[in-house]
């Protein structure tokens, strides 16, 4: 991620960097200036001292042919070794031109000739000596004259080189001006840049937040292209925006079960007026049906108010499987004297099985379903069938009916909407009223789990 | 928002333009900069012989166009070639910058030996093994390897002839020489009078020296008109003695009643021939003087075998042979 320091950082590097680039330059530049001149100056002095040694030569050589005297010879033996030193010097500095050339090859012809001057000394050859000597004198002459010549000649071409050298010095300091001004205007459009992408991610961030302030949490999602700390504030407001729509949605998922809850509490109260009345009078025909001796009529008043009475019983009151089966029983056995053998009931009961705690009201409905959709149409031979085992940690209760089985349509119907459920159903007569996807809905308000339900129909 | 979009676009035009001018410096100061280590360094290719042509006059036309037919070799040949002379004809500088030639120990000298002054300085610098080709005027006793020029006796002569013709053998000379000691003055005077004595009863009565220069020749020539006013032809030996004849006579009211000869055809004399100021010039070849010299130098520096003398064409040039050359 590039932080903002990051950011900051580079531009201050950058700009630092160009500017000790800038410096550099220009402290080059005026370095080579000073050397060019340094160069040339060297040269100057160097011409003028030849000339001055030569002189000076030339006098020591004039004193030794006039009084040949050891001391005089040591004399201008110094100055004729200072000489081709510098005669060295030149041959070794000066660049290659046939000037120079020429200069040098004038040098070693003075040389030559003070040499055939001291030897003819040397040999008493007067003649020779003055003649040489004479030489000597005009070739010093011709020193002069050429260096003077050299001199002006560098000049010419140094002035040339200096006028250029102003040209470049002039082209480098637009240049810095121009790199100067780069640098601001670029930092300027830098801050720009920089400021506006803060305050314009801030600002949605703002403009965000008020609508969430207003309880609208239908916003899109802010999305900012920078990938710095900005970035990480975004897609942490982001987050917090979706966790809050989810807590909404939840509290609103939980409102609504509860609301059918109450519902559901609410109906069954409203049965329980006319069942106490009709509990108690069907206890009183049970009886009367006992004392008259109608004895399949008084078992089935007796099943018919057990029924009834575990239906109006409280719902919270804790209950087992073995109840809800019993529950099955009655039912059944009301149905089978209603419908005679048209039905059958059978039932594989694990007895180890039944001790454990189950909501009040599942099963039988169940069971219900099955008789109403499944083989209550049917002229001969439905049955129903009711298992209950255990499986390895999981308790199995399965109601199979050999029916006719359901539509698609129907089944998604049955586990679709629970209103359009409700309101689709007529209640019929033979229903004990609990529709599969109240069952449905209750079982899951319990055990706080979305249910799944498949529903296999052959 | 516009606003500051525009704000945008502005800066980022001004940033872009002032990057396009730092870069644009940037590459004129590199361009400066190597045009500054070009100059500085004058590194040229240290030629194979480096030749020393020494002449009468630097500046003057005849000899710029020695030197140029020279100095046009030095690229075929890698050589270098140093054109001198002195700033007004004086012999005695020309020694001097013969012998500095010699002690600058350049590797073949061609130079115009004005005079037998010239003789000793030639003969030391073949001694030194520095070979000596002479140029324009010739010293032939000396151990110079060979001359290359005119025929000046012969150039003399050509005049002469010309004059007889065009003055039909009756004429009072004047003559105006570039100078009396100088080799190829004297030989041109003498070959004039040679042939004038021989074809013509034509009497020179005057002859004057105008040291090659354009205001001493005018200087002279009006002198001698109007010593000799009977004069009614005049010869001159040297390039620019054409101009003072004719400025001489122009000046004494006496341009159409003489008859001019000069030297040279140069643009300055090939004027005054066109506007009938002068009636003939004769014709000498400096340009290929100076290149054959090389030519000849090369020889002698490859060891090839060389003539005694070369000579250069001469010719005379009328008015009618000019309009020939502009047709």
């Known amino acids: ?51 001055q040694q030569t002189d000076q030569t030339y006098q020591s050589l004039q004193i030794y042919v006039n009084e040949t005297t050891e001391e005089n010879h040591q004399y201008f033996q110094e100055n004729y070794q200072e000489f081709k030193r510098l005669q060295h010097k030149f041959d ?104 506006n992408g803060i305050t314009r991610t801030i600002n949605k961030l703002t403009n965000a937040a008020k609508e969430i302030a207003t309880g609208n949490y239908q916003i899109n999602d802010i999305f900012v292209s920078r990938k710095d700390e900005l970035r990480l504030l975004t897609d942490t407001f982001n987050q917090m925006k979706f966790n809050v729509v989810e807590a909404i949605r939840e509290m609103k998922e939980k409102a609504r079960l509860n609301q059918l809850l109450k519902e559901m509490e609410l109906q069954s109260l409203q049965n329980q007026m006319n069942p106490h009345f ?150 019929s007569g033979h229903s004990t009223g609990i529709g599969l996807r109240n069952v449905i809905d209750y079982i899951c308000s319990i055990v706080e789990a979305p249910l799944r339900l498949n529903q296999e129909s052959e | 928002m516009k606003l500051q979009r525009l704000v945008y676009s502005v800066l980022t035009i001004t940033f872009f333009v002032s990057v396009g001018f730092s870069i644009y410096f940037f590459s004129q100061a590199r361009a400066s900069n190597a045009r500054i280590l070009e100059a500085d360094t004058n590194n040229l290719p240290i030629p194979r012989y480096h030749f020393a042509l020494i002449g009468e006059e630097l500046e003057h036309d005849y000899w710029e166009l020695v030197g140029q037919g020279a100095k046009d070799t030095e690229e075929e040949y890698e050589i270098a070639i140093e054109y001198e002379g002195p700033r007004r004809s004086n012999p005695e500088e020309q020694r001097k910058l013969l012998d500095m030639a010699i002690k600058s120990k350049v590797d073949g000298i061609i130079v115009q030996a004005v005079n037998n002054s010239f003789l000793p300085l030639i003969n030391k610098a073949v001694d030194q093994g520095i070979p000596v080709i002479t140029i324009d005027t010739d010293a032939a006793k000396s151990k110079r390897f060979t001359y290359i020029g005119t025929d000046n006796y012969e150039a003399g002569r050509l005049a002469g002839e010309e004059l007889i013709e065009q003055t039909n053998g009756s004429a009072t000379v004047g003559i105006v020489t570039g100078s009396f000691d100088n080799a190829h003055h004297q030989l041109r005077v003498q070959g004039f009078q040679d042939v004038i004595e021989q074809k013509s009863d034509i009497s020179i009565v005057a002859i004057e020296e105008s040291s090659i220069t354009q205001v001493i020749a005018e200087e002279k020539a009006q002198n001698m008109l109007t010593k000799y006013p009977d004069i009614n032809a005049l010869f001159g030996t040297s390039t620019h003695d054409a101009t003072g004849m004719t400025e001489a006579a122009e000046s004494l009211g006496r341009s159409n009643d003489l008859y001019i000869i000069g030297f040279d055809t140069l643009e300055e004399n090939l004027q005054l021939l066109k506007q009938n100021k002068v009636d003939a010039l004769i014709e000498q070849e400096p340009y290929a003087m100076g290149n054959r010299s090389i030519d000849l130098m090369m020889d002698i520096m490859e060891n090839k075998e060389v003539k005694d003398v070369y000579h250069t064409d001469t010719s005379v040039v009328t008015k009618a042979d000019l309009s020939v050359i502009n047709e």
């Open chain 1, 1 to 51: 991620m590039n932080k903002i320091r990051t950011k900051l950082l580079v531009y201050f590097v950058a700009i630092l960097v160009l500017m000790i680039a800038l410096f550099f330059i220009q402290h080059q530049n005026s370095q080579r200036i000073i050397d060019l001149h340094n160069q040339r100056l060297d040269k100057y002095f160097l011409l003028n001292e030849i000339t």
């Open chain 1, 92 to 195: 070794s500095t000066a660049t290659h031109s046939v000037d120079n050339q020429n200069y040098m090859n004038l040098l070693s012809s003075f040389i030559d000739l003070m040499n055939n001057t001291t030897d003819a000394v040397d040999a008493e050859n007067i003649d020779q000596s003055s003649h040489y000597y004479n030489e000597a004198g005009t070739t010093a002459s011709y020193i002069h004259e050429k260096t003077l010549e050299l001199i002006n000649n560098e000049l010419t071409a140094y002035e040339k080189i200096v006028s250029l050298e102003n040209q470049r010095m002039q082209n480098i300091r637009n240049m810095s001006t121009a790199v100067f001004l780069s640098v601001i205007l670029l930092s300027i459009l830098f801050a720009l840049w920089f400021s």
């Open chain 1, 278 to 427: 009709l509990f108690n009078t069907l206890n009183t025909i049970s009886k009367t049906a006992y004392i008259e001796g109608a004895e399949q009529t008084n078992e089935l008043i007796s099943s018919t108010s057990k029924l009834l009475r575990y239906n109006i019983g409280n719902l919270d009151k804790e209950t087992y499987l073995k109840d809800e089966v019993n529950v099955v029983n009655e039912y059944f056995f009301i149905q089978q004297t209603r419908f005679g053998d048209r039905v059958s009931f059978r039932q594989y009961i694990d007895q180890q099985c039944l001790s454990i705690p189950m909501p009040r009201l599942t099963l039988q409905p169940l069971v219900e379903n099955a008789f109403i959709h499944g083989i209550e149409n049917m002229a001969t031979s439905g049955e129903i069938r009711l298992n209950i085992y255990q499986k390895q940690q999981t308790i199995m209760i399965e109601i199979i009916d050999n029916g006719k089985g359901m539509s698609q349509e129907k089944v998604n119907r049955l586990l679709g909407d629970g209103q359009s459920a409700d309101g689709t159903q007529q209640k």
